[in-house]
């Protein structure tokens, strides 16, 4: 005799999948989130800074993680704080700070996990501090300062550049790269060249950042010259400059001029020449009046 088994309708196994594929999906989301947040058994908040490299004009994200199982209370305070005055930036996902531009926080909750947002826009020098995340009366902290556990960024502005050169042939070009971090790997190209070995090149660190010095001798007179700078993972670009032929006294180095510099020059000449004309047209009325009185007195006598 065989006996039959009946059955579970489809729909009712798929149920059974589905259930187990929820379960597994939670189980591997809890440890997920728990080796994420790199919880200590004497904590429960956990910061972290999440931007990498730190770019001295780009944003910076802050990180803050917060379980509340242990907590039979609901949480009422949730606070973003920055040292060494203890003001506050943020409650909550609201802005309270007095620059309104500057932070920007985010509030994410599932269940009794928190996941607390700071980014700071357009980050600089002021920014560097010690950070307070607050979920009532525990916190985490956030040194956030320029140290080699961090990788910072600056990439200078044309402004922190100066260019220097000599009258004479053959040309030294002096470059000073005022500031830049972090220790950058330069190459020069003159005429397309590859002159970097040629060089005199020197890198000094100062309080926070590095400056570059470099000494360039040239033989020719006319060409391209371009310096370009790997710092860490970001290009920079020093200049474009234009070498005029320097002989004898007759030497001089101009940046490529646009458009609207020519237009002023013409303007500025233009100018000068009308203020010519002018003197030029009164000392003749001057003359011609000295000279009419004169005839008019041999006249009288």
Known sequence: MCIFKPKRPRRYQTKII??????????????LLISVFGSHAQDSVTAAILTEPIVFGED????CLFNGFKSSQPITSIMWIKEPNKVPIANGDINVSTNKTKYTPTLYKEGTLYMYMLTLHNFDFTDLSTYI???????????????KTLSFVYIPNQSDVIFNQTSFEPTQLYIWIQKIYPQPNCTVYYKGDDITRTIKYAVELGITLYSVKMEIV?????????????????????SNYIQQCCKGNECSTTEIINAPDITLCLLLVAVMILVMLCLFWKGR????????????CQRDE
Request: glycine fraction near 6%.
């Open 18 to 31: 589905r259930g187990q594929h929820n379960v597994s999906y939670w189980i591997t989301l809890f440890f």
């Open 60 to 63: 910076v994200t802050f990180q």
């Open 133 to 147: 995340c607050e979920f009532d009366f525990e916190d985490a902290l956030i040194t956030f300062e320029m140290d």
């Open 218 to 238: 040239l033989n020719e007179c006319i060409g391209s010259l371009n310096i370009s700078c790997l710092i860490g993972s970001r290009h920079f670009t020093v």
């Open 285 to 296: 009325k001057f003359s011609y009046a000295g000279h009419h009185r004169e005839n008019s």
